[in-house]
């Protein structure tokens, strides 16, 4: 009886702190009032850690919360907004520990350059930058930094980590196989050391972001690419250095700029309007647009499995549903594919394809890749539309990885034992307990280049080449997206805006006709997450449990990037991965 009453006091308990959750998210929520902007207007862009491509779920909870809640796509939205709008008179550009790659940066700067063009000023207050917080504010018209602070420039490196040595001593063996001489995904579990093509690669990427860092420097600063070059060998530097050397104009503090601002602008007050709060206002008389386009976001690691975290992963069954989903919206003119992803499960990937080229043929698409699109990520990129790549996304890695791991030696050595029986040949090809014999590796090879062969055909249709001529730009190598015009794996150099002018003139849009971008997936509450999930079997307790685990893996792996790379690794299998994650600084 005690326990009966225990369990209903319980179960009490857990509804009424249920209806207290949704009831404060509710009133959060519905609090939102229409946004107002004052003319005058300074808009405040501070971005601060990650810019994902696909919006997280909102949480109406401090602890929660994720940040920065806005996507690539509504920051290049609303910049654009801001240009055309008379009531923002100027940018003021706050970077801190801005957590995009290369391609994305690109693609901002692009933005404040544009806005920039249209007559307004953009001004850049630092705070200890990073290469990337300094390559976003040489968009600027002018640069500032606090006297003491200090400028972290002083060129890029890329570090690769190598984990046989510590596994051998704890017994563990990670066994791998691949198909193409470059994909060298696992060879941080199973080697010591790069691989001639690993290096090669990877000293090609530096080339091409060095070059690209020093030319961007140059323009913004006014100097000679070798001057520039001739000044990173001396960094990091400190702030009065910095000016000394025409890095930065200004040596102030935040509200010394503002000032500097408000004067520039010959206004008696400064009226600063946020990220956040500008993305959700309009402008001033526009009209709802006819016509729509669809943004269809894959964003992550590739995965079949539906119960993984949304903000971090594509998996098969959501991205099939979307696209099913704007299929059968007769709303939409045509359609913008945005692929971030490193690649991951070969079966999904070639899921997803066959989805996407079934849209094609439906709606008029163009693909637009950003920072990664490499291996899955460019698989599902092979509809046969018109590629767009930024100069420095990270893409083909054309080729296939399996890899498991053998624990034996650790059971050994922590006295474990495992018996294993079985019938069929290849019953324990993928046991983590015995390692694979001479005709178990040959099998699995067999396996391996057949799915290698599939994904060459893939190409080969999607870039309308012969296999053959394929192939030498294939063996799972990756490549810049500049690198990757010049072997005719993508078509064009280009980001959002040539995108929207591209899919507007392929759908037969007027180039001047405003047309309404809707994002898929679209933005979540917290409620409606809830909701959706409990049409099923699970209820409030394990989303808030996942809510914290996965806070804490975050905290672990602190790029969007990195954890889905893990996920994808952790799962094993016949993978379609890009062979590593480059973090370049």
């Known amino acids: 009886m005690k326990k009966f009453i225990l369990g209903v006091l319980c179960g009490l308990a857990f509804a009424g702190l249920a209806g207290v959750i949704i009831a404060f998210a509710a009133i959060r929520m519905g609090g939102e009032k229409p946004v107002a902007v004052s003319d005058n207007s300074v808009l405040v862009l501070k971005l601060d850690g990650e810019i994902p491509e696909k919006p997280p779920v909102d949480m109406p909870f401090p602890f929660l919360e994720q940040q920065p809640s806005i996507t690539m796509l509504e920051l290049w939205s609303t910049i654009n907004r ?8 100027a940018i003021l550009l706050e970077p801190r520990n801005v957590g995009v790659g290369w391609a994305n940066l690109e693609e901002i700067r692009q933005q404040l350059l544009k806005f920039r063009k249209k007559g307004k000023l953009v001004y850049a207050s630092l705070h200890t930058p990073g290469t990337r917080e300094y390559y976003l504010a040489t968009a600027a018209d002018k640069i500032y930094i606090a006297p003491e602070d200090h400028i972290d420039v002083k060129g890029l490196r890329i570090e ?132 729509r386009i669809a943004f269809l976001v894959a ?93 420095n996304t990270i893409t083909g890695s054309i080729g296939v990885v399996y890899g498991k791991g053998n624990l034996r030696g650790l059971y050994d050595k922590i006295g474990m034992n495992k018996e294993i029986l079985t019938r ?29 062969d599939s994904f060459l055909q893939v190409v080969a249709e999607g870039r309308k080449q012969k296999k053959e001529d394929i192939a030498p730009k294939a063996e799972g190598r990756a490549w810049t997206g500049s690198q990757a015009k010049q072997q005719a794996l993508v078509d064009e150099l280009g980001g959002l805006d040539r995108a929207l002018e591209m899919i507007k003139a392929k759908a037969k849009i007027d180039a001047n006709e405003k047309v309404g971008i809707v994002a898929y997936p ?30 804490t893996f975050k905290a672990v792996f602190p790029t969007a990037a990195e954890r889905s790379w893990v996920r ?12 590593y994650l480059i973090e370049i600084r």
């Open 82 to 89: 801001a240009g055309d709008d008379a009531r923002i008179k």
């Open 160 to 291: 690769s980590s190598y984990w046989k040595g510590t596994l051998d001593k704890v017994g563990v063996q990670v066994e791998i196989e691949h198909a193409g001489r470059f994909k060298d995904f696992g060879d941080q579990y199973s080697r010591t050391s790069m691989t001639p093509e690993t290096r090669e690669v990877l000293n090609g990427f530096l080339d091409q972001l060095y070059g690209s860092m020093v030319n961007v420097i140059a323009e913004g600063r006014k100097k000679t690419p070798d001057q520039v070059r001739a000044l990173i060998d001396q960094g990091p530097f400190l702030a009065k250095k910095a000016k000394e050397f025409g890095l930065v104009d200004v040596l102030a503090y935040n509200d010394e700029v503002e000032e500097q601002l408000k004067g520039a602008l010959k206004l008696s007050e400064l009226k600063k309007t946020s990220l956040k709060t500008y993305s959700k206002a309009k402008l001033p008389g526009a009209a709802t647009p006819k016509k």
């Open 299 to 391: 964003d992550g690691g590739i995965s079949g499995d539906m119960n993984l975290d949304p903000a971090d992963d594509v998996t098969a069954p959501a991205m099939v549903k979307l696209m099913k989903d704007i299929e059968k919206d007769e709303s939409i003119s045509g359609v913008i594919f945005r692929v971030n992803s490193p690649g991951g499960d070969a079966l999904a990937s070639d899921l997803m394809l066959h989805q996407a080229r079934i849209l094609s043929k439906k709606k008029p698409m163009i693909i637009s890749m950003a920072d990664y699109a490499a291996s899955g990520g460019y698989m599902i990129s092979m509809t046969g539309d018109t590629v767009l790549s930024y100069p």
């Open 424 to 452: 069929g040949r290849f019953a324990a090809i993928d046991s983590e307990y015995v390692p694979m014999d001479a005709a178990a590796r040959e099998k699995l090879r067999e396996s391996i280049l057949a799915t290698y």
């Open 522 to 551: 679209q933005r979540k509450s917290f409620v409606e997450q809830w909701l959706q999930r409990n049409q099923g079997e699970e209820a409030l307790a394990p989303v808030i449990d996942k809510a914290v685990i996965e806070k």
């Open 568 to 579: 994808t690794y952790m799962r094993g299998g016949m993978m379609s991965v890009s062979p």
